[in-house]
Nanobody, 120 residues
Framework: VQLQASGGGLVQAGGSLRLSCAAS????????VGWYRQAPGNEREWVAS???????IYAESAKGRFTISRDNAKNMVYLQMNSLKPEDTAVYSC???????????????WGPGTQVTVSS
């Protein structure tokens, strides 16, 4: 199983980016998927999560600006980020709680992140 975040880049303050998280490999089912970020010198910070049924939850810093969504058929999760601020600069990564078989246990997988840089 592999998770890969993509879509990062350099954007001016006020701009937008859409991040993608792709899950691949032998996957039976995916439950919650979350986006996290880590800025230099800071601890990893949770940004948003989405459950299999589509319910979402956001960190206060993301509310009203970020939207998490998923395409279960493609094993993809997206993070639309609008009104970006310099303090959003960080490496963004995704995690997924998934099972590789019907009888298996739920396990959280992580993938490498993608750099988001917001210039002022």
């Amino acid at each position: 199983v592999q998770l890969q975040a993509s879509g990062g880049g350099l954007v001016q303050a006020g701009g937008s980016l859409r991040l993608s998280c792709a899950a691949s490999g032998s996957i039976f089912s995916i439950n919650a998927v979350g986006w996290y970020r880590q800025a230099p010198g800071n601890e990893r910070e949770w940004v948003a999560s989405i459950r299999n049924g589509g319910s979402t939850i956001y960190a206060e810093s993301a509310k009203g600006r970020f939207t998490i969504s998923r395409d279960n058929a493609k094993n993809m999760v997206y993070l639309q980020m609008n009104s970006l601020k310099p303090e959003d600069t960080a490496v963004y990564s995704c995690s997924a709680d998934l099972k590789v078989t019907n009888q298996g246990v739920w396990r959280r997988y992580w993938g490498p992140g993608t750099q988001v840089t917001v210039s002022s």
